[in-house]
């Protein structure tokens, strides 16, 4: 959540964050258990831009489309030669006057534009970094400002000066997504009681109760209903501190009333929604369950497939919003609407998780209301919002509220506290006034004295319900650097990790040793990410997603492990190589198989940047396959097999399926299809390796220590002539299996195919090396190499060349 450093310090005396800047302020917070991940600046820095307005507005004598303007800003007016369409006389504008420097340090000078003086210039949005408050086509006019304002420098009467805090809130603080609820953690922080908004509503004209009621049916998805009508509206845009306050914090500028209800909404996390009170049939609302196949339009323009559990918002004769989570296209409000009724609701949690689930439809108004929103807080966001509606668009708020309250009790829930359980579980112990000062600083009740204390649970902290969750709001505050560092008891002998993990651990130190680092992707996946011709086939679907879009299990880890890759050569990696050990999933003869597997993935550069490789190399098949080797040979001891693999979405001539020495299938190798990359939104080559780990089993965890040959080795060179169909690594097995006492290895050292080998031949050249416990002979060597030929010839029809 975006929090703004200033609009923070309204809820606080003048003067209370003097001694606290925002990254101090971040630090505590953080300590405090909100983590806030980043400290920035809210918009980009400028100076010397005042606000100032046009008096004069003319045509340049030599241009004819440039304006010659007289601009005051308070000390006298200038001349400013403006080149927008949109410049009026008696707008405000900002004013970047002679000496003034704009985002991307540049000056503002006095300069002759078309034979005519300019002292400044008259600034569009995006030319002061704020793209977000206006756009490109023309001058940035001030909404709301005053004559008073005319000189003032624009950051300060807009509050661009200002920080923003990114907190992240985990899912049980609901009451953290707001300001007034980081403000209630401040408290402590600051040493200071906050005040909550002044509310200065004035009520005139016709009761709203004559107008309007309201009724719920739904009691269960909506306890608590409220509204209030304010007529005589003109909707229009909102002043500009409201929008730049909104902008600040994520928010998008619409008009001026709904701009007020997200204000309320962010200030206080009480979601609203207002509605064209024209359009509300009856001028009646009634909160009930949606019917059995009814269907509903939301702003959104979707029509939407409703069910029974889904708590509407309807009038007299129709549905006008999806409680808690969106409003309907046929009652909001526009530029024509002249009455809204303004609606303010709790919702419960439970049900409103589930409407979005089911509608496909997030929120910010769901997103609070599914994790908890204060059931006390209706009455004062209405009153703050209809307030502020009425201020701002010229309204009237017709006395009173509308509404309907069908809470079960509205009792705060009572915990009790022994200091000796808090010491059982932090290990020091605390003083009744230690604690009692924290918890109130947090709003929470606190009765009783010395042993035990009774603490009442303020409305707004669903997370708190038992003992141990008070301990640890006072252990927080208090600071976890209080709690003592004991060491655990250990036995005096290890205790015995069981074999399988102990070979997943070794397996993931081989990928490790051959550079990979560990990735750990989700194991669901959407059909559309994983594009035409990936290996999609017998997808397994869940029955119960956390998202629609990724809905299926992956069948394979690279297309998980594809998206981390992509993700990182986007921002700049220039290498990447990643593993993860973990399950992939398929329909086989009607059931769900489960497999367990490790996937390589790489991309780009062969090694890492260095001086002395100017002209860095890149990481192909055959870096792929000699990592497979390299990690099958130090975790399992094997020697695979590659054989020509016709997978689809591999490529066509990089590719292979491998298999171990007895013939077993173990997975597969090569580089993605280029066209499957691609639609995985990745344009640089891609290679991936995937190895079924049930073929392994679980090999013997002891060390293979071989003793050197303290006797040379003796090496002889062969160039075979084999049929283009015939596979390096079969002819290296045929080799192997040949019965050689002395050979000790064998391996490919070249391939060559061109005139000097018959028609579809190819030359293949191994390199053998021989050893034993004595000094062998050539004759010895000889021999071996020429039972070898034989049997080559045999059974391969193979030559030498």
Request: aromatic letters at 6%; charged letters at 25%.
């Amino acid at each position: 959540m975006k929090v703004s450093y200033r609009w923070l310090a309204t809820f606080f005396p003048a003067g209370a964050f003097d001694d606290l800047p925002a990254e101090e302020l971040g630090r505590r917070l953080t300590a405090q258990g909100l983590a806030v991940d980043d400290v920035r600046p809210a918009f980009p820095t400028f100076e010397g831009v005042v606000l100032g307005r046009v008096i004069e507005a003319g045509p340049h004598p030599n241009a004819d489309r440039l304006t010659l303007c007289s601009v005051e800003a308070g000390d006298g007016a200038r001349q400013v030669v403006c080149g927008a369409p949109n410049v009026e006389v008696g707008a405000i504008y900002g004013y970047a006057t002679v000496g003034s420097r704009l985002p991307g340090d540049r000056q503002i000078r006095r300069a002759k534009i078309r034979g005519v003086e300019s002292l400044g210039m008259l600034c569009s949005a995006p030319e002061l970094g704020l793209d977000a408050l206006g756009g490109a086509e023309g001058i940035w006019p001030i909404a709301g400002a005053r004559e008073s304002d005319l000189g003032r420098d624009l950051r300060d009467v807009l509050g661009l000066d200002d920080a923003i805090l990114e907190i992240d809130v985990t899912s049980n603080r609901g009451d953290a997504l707001s300001h007034l609820g980081i403000a209630r953690e401040l408290q402590w922080i600051v040493g200071s009681d906050l005040s909550l908004p002044v509310v200065e509503l004035e009520e005139r004209g016709e009761p709203a109760s004559a107008r309007a009621d309201v009724e719920i049916e739904d009691a269960e998805g909506c306890p608590r209903y409220f509204g209030r009508i304010i007529e005589r509206i003109v909707v229009g845009t909102s002043p500009a501190w409201l929008q730049t306050r909104l902008v600040a914090v994520g928010q998008r500028p619409v008009s001026d009333v709904v701009d007020v209800t997200n204000h309320a909404m962010l200030e206080l996390g009480q979601p609203l929604h207002p509605f064209d009170f024209e359009r509300i049939a009856g001028g009646r609302i009634v909160v009930r369950r949606a019917k059995e196949g009814e269907r509903f339009v939301t702003l959104d323009g979707r029509e939407r497939a409703l069910e029974p559990d889904i708590t509407m918002i309807c009038d007299s004769e129709k549905p006008v919003a999806v409680g808690g989570v969106m409003g309907g296209l046929d009652s909001e409000v526009g530029p024509g609407t002249t009455t809204v009724f303004l609606e303010s609701a709790h919702f419960d949690p439970t049900r409103i998780s589930r409407a979005v689930r089911r509608l496909g439809l997030p929120s910010e108004a769901s997103t609070r209301f599914a994790r908890g929103v204060d059931p006390e807080l209706p009455e004062l966001a209405l009153d703050r919002a209809a307030a502020m509606i009425a201020a701002l668009t010229g309204g009237t708020v017709a006395p009173g509220r509308v509404g309907d309250d069908r809470r079960a009790g509205s009792g705060r829930s009572r915990i009790e506290l022994r200091s000796t359980r808090y010491e059982a579980l932090i290990g020091v112990p605390v003083a009744p006034a230690e604690a009692r000062a924290a918890l109130e600083a947090l709003g929470f009740g606190v009765e009783g004295g010395e042993g035990t204390l009774t603490v009442s649970v303020p409305s707004w902290r669903f997370d708190v319900c038992r003992e141990a969750d008070v301990i640890e709001e006072v252990a927080r505050l208090e600071g976890y650097e209080i709690v003592p560092a004991i060491p655990l008891p250990t036995p005096p002998v290890a205790p015995a990790i069981e074999a399988r993990p102990r070979f997943l651990e070794r397996l993931s130190e081989a990928a490790r040793a051959s550079g990979f680092d560990e990735a750990c992707t989700p194991s669901f996946v959407g059909q559309d990410a994983l594009g035409k011709g990936s290996p999609i086939d017998n997808l397994v679907e869940i029955r119960n997603p956390i998202s629609k879009a990724d809905r299926f299990l992956r069948p394979f880890i690279a297309t998980t492990l594809a998206r981390a890759i992509g993700h990182n050569r986007k921002r700049g990696a220039e290498r990447v190589k990643l593993f993860e050990i973990g399950h992939a999933f398929a329909v086989q003869g009607g059931e769900v198989v489960e497999t367990e597997r490790i996937g390589l993935a790489a991309s780009g550069a062969r090694f890492p940047a260095h001086w002395s490789r100017p002209d860095p190399e890149e990481y192909d098949f055959w870096d792929l396959k000699g990592d497979v080797e390299d990690v099958l040979a130090i975790v399992a001891g094997l020697s695979p097999r590659f054989l020509t693999g016709v997978r689809p979405w591999l490529h066509p001539g990089r590719q292979a399926e491998v298999e171990g020495p007895g013939g077993e299938a173990m997975g597969v190798c090569g580089e993605v299809h280029p066209a499957v990359a691609r639609e995985w939104g990745i344009d640089e080559r891609l290679f991936v390796a995937e190895l079924d780990l049930s073929g392994l089993g679980t090999p013997a965890d002891r060390g293979r220590v071989a003793e050197w040959s303290r006797e040379p080795a003796v090496e002889r060179d062969l160039a075979l002539v084999v049929p283009t169909g015939d596979a390096a690594a079969g002819i290296l097995a045929a080799v192997q299996e040949a019965g050689l006492e002395d050979l000790a290895r064998v391996r490919v050292f070249d391939r060559y195919a061109g005139p000097q080998v018959p028609a579809g031949h190819y030359s293949l050249g191994l390199r053998l090396t021989f050893e034993a416990d004595r000094t062998l002979t050539d004759e010895e060597v000889d021999e071996q190499v020429k039972r070898l030929l034989d049997r080559l010839r045999e059974e391969r029809n193979y030559e030498i060349r």
